[in-house]
């Protein structure tokens, strides 16, 4: 017969520090029926996002195998890895065996992320709100990261009870009217009725405030008689607009981009002018608009070089140039693990030829094979935002030449600071005597006051010039 387990055995054993945390719920039928079947279903077949929380062991404990869990796991598949973290989907299995994998692509991921020090934004709104458009503001602010209905029309929430109506298909459409919508007829009557009460009050105060009279007593929902309630309902069904924005607060739509409200206003109506949702565009996000992958607000922040001083620039980022620029598709960069596109405008990444004294970047119009390692370039990138299918979308902008030399020079590959003597180039730049041009000075060979030869400096064989093919990337 078994011990029984004290107290205190099971306080540790129901501890949240002893236990491996339950995996988030990943894409199901719920998410496709919410409007995103068609931008979670991928070629690949794996998931959106990860779910299982990635743990990893010190370098002591990983050679004898133990990872903190029930038992140790086999030294052959977690000891070969450089980025030993895995992710545990059963402690137990069927088998009696621990169901784990590796999980060092999305740890490395994660850590490449971070070293950008970028913060995930909000998505910017289209070309035709751009003159309500804010700029970038972070997905932590206030006005954005809620998940609770709000009273006013500028609702920036990203997470809401109902699906979006866009990326439903036909038949997901019928069955949510089917199964939702349906049934709750007589609770929409009840919502508009409300509603109607709550209109009727304002007027009755209006025109008691125009006459200067003592405004009556409130109109509450079981005032609304049929007759009134039906006339409301035959003036919403002309009111395409007003009746949009009812359905879509009494089941708790996620927004779409509004229709003309100049087309389908009627007589009588007032159009407000609102900034529309940022999500209205693409859909909601099926995760946190940060996804995890950051959690800091801005990057206003200046570096201060030890030598130079505060930056005007970021320090920026070495890219690989994953394929070329052909006909109207742009090239494809390939930054931190995450694809995006080169910037776009007046840039080095879309010179045709030599302009301005700055030559076009290598690489990136046709494939060049000589590239040891790939053609590379650096890049600043600029915003980051998680778009409604969980894929991450980078801006990132031609770096600085200055801010090149300086990443240079700290990895080695640039001399740019000079530390040497001034007083030793003050007589280096004295003009010398006629005996000094003719044989040295004081008879003495070609050279200095001091009697050392005067050496001229050559360039060192081998070196070519900047952003060519043999010396572009890092492995130079």
Not at 49 to 63: A, D, F, G, K, V
Not at 83 to 106: A, F, M, N, R
Not at 287 to 306: C, F
Not at 366 to 379: A, L, Q, R
Request: net charge positive; hydrophobic share 30%.
């Amino acid at each position: 017969m078994s011990a029984r387990l004290s107290p205190g055995g099971a306080l540790l054993r129901s501890s949240r520090l002893f236990s491996v945390p339950k995996p988030i719920p990943g894409p199901s039928a719920a998410s496709e029926d919410a409007g995103y079947g068609s931008t979670l279903r991928r070629p690949t077949g794996t998931s959106p996002y990860p779910t299982h929380q990635s743990i990893t062991t010190p370098e002591s404990s990983r050679s004898q195998g133990d990872w903190g869990l029930k038992r140790s796991l086999p030294l052959k598949t977690t000891t070969k890895s450089s980025t030993p973290s895995i992710h545990v989907k059963h402690l137990d299995s069927i088998e009696k065996i621990t169901d784990y994998s590796s999980s060092s692509q999305h740890s490395i991921t994660l850590q490449k992320f971070q070293e950008l020090n970028l913060p995930l934004t909000v998505p910017t709104l289209p070309n035709r709100y751009r003159a309500v458009s804010l700029g970038t503001t972070s997905v932590f602010e206030d006005d954005h990261d809620v998940t609770a209905v709000g009273g006013t029309g500028s609702d920036k929430r990203w997470k809401f009870e109902g699906p979006w109506l866009a990326g439903l298909t036909e038949g997901q459409f019928e069955n949510y009217v089917q199964k939702t919508v349906r049934n709750r007829r007589q609770e929409f009557q009840a919502f508009l009725r409300t509603r109607l009460a709550s209109d009727l009050t304002a007027a009755q105060q209006q025109a008691a405030l125009d006459k200067a009279i003592e405004a009556p007593a409130p109109v509450v929902a079981k005032d609304v008689t049929e007759d009134q309630l039906t006339e409301y309902i035959r003036k919403l069904r002309s009111d395409r607009v007003t009746l949009f924005a009812l359905i879509s607060e009494f089941l708790d739509l996620a927004p779409l981009n509004p229709p003309s409200a100049i087309a389908n206003m009627s007589a009588g109506t007032r159009i407000e002018s609102k900034s529309p949702n940022p999500y209205a565009e693409r859909g909601p996000p099926i995760t946190h608009p940060s996804g995890g992958l950051s959690y800091i607000r801005t990057n206003a922040h200046a570096e201060n070089h030890p030598l130079y001083g505060p930056q005007a620039n970021p320090s920026p980022v070495l890219a690989r140039i994953i394929s070329p620029r052909h006909m109207s598709n742009p090239a494809k960069l390939g930054v931190a693990g995450f694809i995006t596109d080169t910037p776009q405008g007046d840039s080095a990444f879309n010179y045709r030829s030599y302009r301005g004294g700055k030559a076009r970047v290598s690489g990136i119009a046709t494939f060049d094979p000589e590239i040891t390692g790939g053609s590379k370039c650096y890049v600043e990138p600029v915003s980051a935002n998680i778009n409604s299918s969980g894929k991450l979308v980078l801006k990132v902008d031609e770096a600085s030449e200055e801010a090149q030399m300086i990443k240079k020079e700290l990895i080695g590959k640039a001399e740019i600071y000079n530390n040497k003597n001034p007083n030793a180039h003050a007589l280096e730049s004295e003009p010398r005597t006629h005996s000094q041009r003719l044989g040295g000075y004081r008879g003495s060979p070609l050279g200095r006051r001091d009697g050392s030869p005067l050496i001229r400096r050559q360039p060192k064989p081998g070196k070519v010039e900047t952003g060519s093919s043999q010396s572009y990337g890092l492995d130079k």
